[in-house]
């Protein structure tokens, strides 16, 4: 089984912040990873697929990056909406394990 | 419009079954894989399985496999999961999304709540 590990687990960052969420995969993905937003109550939403592809009306002020076992999603400046958490995923053909989740709370 | 709907919450017994389901609509659903994810309260997100519905085969996390059960009926465009003996642990909400090979779990249904008490 392929592990994913998110940090922080959690983050304050005030209105404006660059923040960047890292997550390391046990073994090498490729860049089959994807990264989803979740706000209390909702499902989760698609953010950005195989490692840096943004979704369609996604926010450019949202990116992703890396390749192999590591990978980063950054918010260039943080806006009041981005207060969530983040989760990633690997996702190939038998499986698609979650990270255990980065809330990004406001400072 | 792509939309999965979920059906609604339901409170069960420990020891009884239940299927809860999930209706695609607005594409072809014989394309597009189904994946289940549970959420316990306050926790995260974990991925049970997939079911590919042009012809039923399912791959499942090994957390999962054996406890329940990923079905789809292709002539209703509906995926279904299924436990034949639930738990207390089995309380959560329970997502089903569409996968998509490239692009990951892009359409999530609303969330069906499982309460065992």
């Known amino acids: 089984d392929i592990q994913m590990t998110q940090s922080p687990s959690t983050l304050s960052a005030s209105v404006g912040d660059r923040v960047t969420i890292t997550c390391r995969a046990s073994?090498?993905?490729?860049?089959?990873l994807a990264w989803y937003q979740q706000k209390p109550g909702k499902a989760p939403k698609l953010l950005i697929h195989?490692?840096?592809i943004l979704e369609s009306g996604v926010p450019s002020r949202f990116s992703g990056g890396g390749s192999g076992t590591e990978f980063t999603l950054t918010i260039s400046s943080l806006q009041p909406d981005d207060f969530a958490t983040y989760y990633c995923?690997?996702?190939?053909?038998?499986?698609?394990?979650f990270g255990q989740g980065t809330k990004v709370e406001i400072k | 419009e792509v939309q999965l709907v979920q059906s609604g919450a339901q409170v069960k017994k420990p020891g009884e079954s239940l299927r809860i389901s999930c209706k695609a609509s607005?594409?072809?659903?014989?394309?597009?894989?189904i994946t289940w994810v549970r959420q316990m309260p306050g926790k995260g997100l974990e991925w049970m399985g997939r079911?590919?519905?042009?012809?039923?085969?399912?791959n499942y996390s090994p957390s999962f496999q054996g406890h329940v059960t990923i079905s789809a009926d292709k002539s209703i465009s509906t995926a279904y999961l299924q436990w034949n003996s639930l738990q207390a642990s089995d309380t959560a909400m329970y997502f089903c999304?569409?996968?998509?090979?490239?692009?990951?779990?892009?359409?999530w249904g609303q969330g069906s709540l499982v309460t065992v008490s």
């Open positions: 079911i590919d519905p042009s012809d039923s085969s399912t």
């Open positions: 073994q090498s993905i490729s860049s089959w």
């Open positions: 999304a569409r996968h998509n090979l490239i692009s990951a779990d892009d359409y």
């Open positions: 195989k490692a840096s």
């Open positions: 995923q690997q996702y190939d053909y038998y499986s698609g394990t």
């Open positions: 607005g594409y072809r659903f014989s394309t597009y894989w």
